[in-house]
T-cell receptor
């Protein structure tokens, strides 16, 4: 079946540091890939997405490239801010094999210190 | 425009009781999905409704059920509550499904079973 694996957290960085959160996936079809962010006490917000190989999703300074050859969708940001502190979830949707459901990774807690 | 609205935000129930959670999707969204989030199991898919029909179902016991009304509003019901049902229940809506548009999530209903 489909699965998503994220790098273990928590991740603690200083403000303006470079961020990478690794995400790899297993899927039998051609999935769409997503990054969601969850702030304390809130639901999930879609951060960015990519629907086919080599697509790059970007939003608010975050980027991720859909790499089919390495089955990866790593999240990056060049300079993090304290306000980026949250939990980040990588997810996939494979319409052919699992319909409309999203399969999520475990989540990575990011803390950015001033 | 208004986002996904879930009510109530917090709920405390006793073991053996039943509970109904409500979700109002974004106007024009016909797909509504439900997810359970717990520290131990992460985010797990419950079911998805599209145009009043259940289109997809996760691996949860029959105590978990849902429905969707003609205005796309959705409810989920959990009968014979168990302590392990304590979780954040998230509703998400989309125009058709997550593959091209992603899902917009509500803030969730925090259910505590005592």
């Amino acid at each position: 079946g489909n699965s998503v694996t994220q790098m273990e957290g928590p991740v603690t960085l200083s403000e303006e540091a470079f961020l990478t959160i690794n995400c790899t996936y297993t899927a039998t079809g051609y999935p769409s890939l997503f990054w969601y962010v969850q702030y304390p006490g809130e639901g999930l917000q879609l951060l960015l997405k990519a629907t086919k190989a080599d697509d790059k999703g970007s939003n608010k300074g975050f980027e991720a490239t859909y790499r089919k050859e390495t089955t990866s969708f790593h999240l990056e940001k060049g300079s993090v801010q304290v306000s980026d502190s949250a939990v980040y979830f990588c997810a996939l949707s494979d319409q052919e094999t699992s319909g409309s459901r999203l399969t999520f990774g475990e989540g990575t807690q990011l803390t950015v210190n001033p | 425009k208004a986002g996904v609205t879930q009510t109530p935000r917090y709920l405390i129930k006793t073991r053996g009781q039943q509970v109904t959670l409500s979700c109002s999707p974004i106007s024009g969204h016909r797909s509504v999905s439900w997810y359970q989030q717990t520290p131990g199991q992460g985010l797990q898919f419950l079911f998805e409704y599209f145009s009043e029909t259940q289109r997809n179902k996760g691996n949860f016991p029959g105590r978990f059920s849902g429905r969707q009304f003609s205005n796309s509003r959705s409810e989920m019901n959990v009968s014979t509550l168990e302590l392990g049902d304590s979780a954040l229940y998230l509703c998400a809506s989309s125009v058709q499904g997550p593959s091209n548009y992603g899902y917009t999530f509500g803030s969730g209903t925090r259910l505590t079973v005592v």
